[in-house]
Nanobody
Framework: QVQLVESGGGLVQAGGSLRLSCTASGRTFSNAGMGWFRQALGKEREFVAA????????RYLDSVKGRFTISRDNAKNTVYLQMNSLKFEDTAVYYC?????????????????WGQGTQVTVSS
């Protein structure tokens, strides 16, 4: 099992930037596919970005392409989500997740372990 702790959320004006971090402990981080998901109030959890264990495979939700960047530092057991040009519709609780089975899946069910989430609020 992997324990995941997110940080870096907050309140930002539209057009601003935030960087989310997710630090893992437990199962070997460098072997895990990592993902970022978000859940807005009253909506289902949706995929945002994913990165394979080596970083060679990266996937994004279409609406964040060109604005968000996922990266990882296996030496620090940390995955990042750099979010630029934030929009009001990016407001949500953001979760990181770990998968021992899949490289960089876009599906919620592919991930076994989840963090507690961090709130991102973008004011218009």
């Amino acid at each position: 099992q992997v324990q995941l702790v997110e940080s870096g959320g907050g309140l930002v004006q539209a057009g601003g930037s935030l960087r989310l971090s997710c630090t893992a402990s437990g199962r070997t981080f460098s072997n895990a596919g990592m993902g970022w998901f978000r859940q807005a109030l009253g909506k289902e959890r949706e995929f945002v970005a994913a990165i394979s264990s080596s970083g060679a495979t990266i996937r994004y939700l279409d609406s964040v392409k060109g604005r968000f960047t996922i990266s990882r530092d296996n030496a620090k057991n940390t995955v990042y989500l750099q979010m630029n040009s934030l929009k009001f519709e990016d407001t949500a609780v953001y979760y990181c997740a770990s998968s021992a089975r899949y490289l960089a899946s876009t599906f919620v069910n592919a991930y076994e372990d989840w963090g507690q989430g961090t709130q991102v609020t973008v004011s218009s």
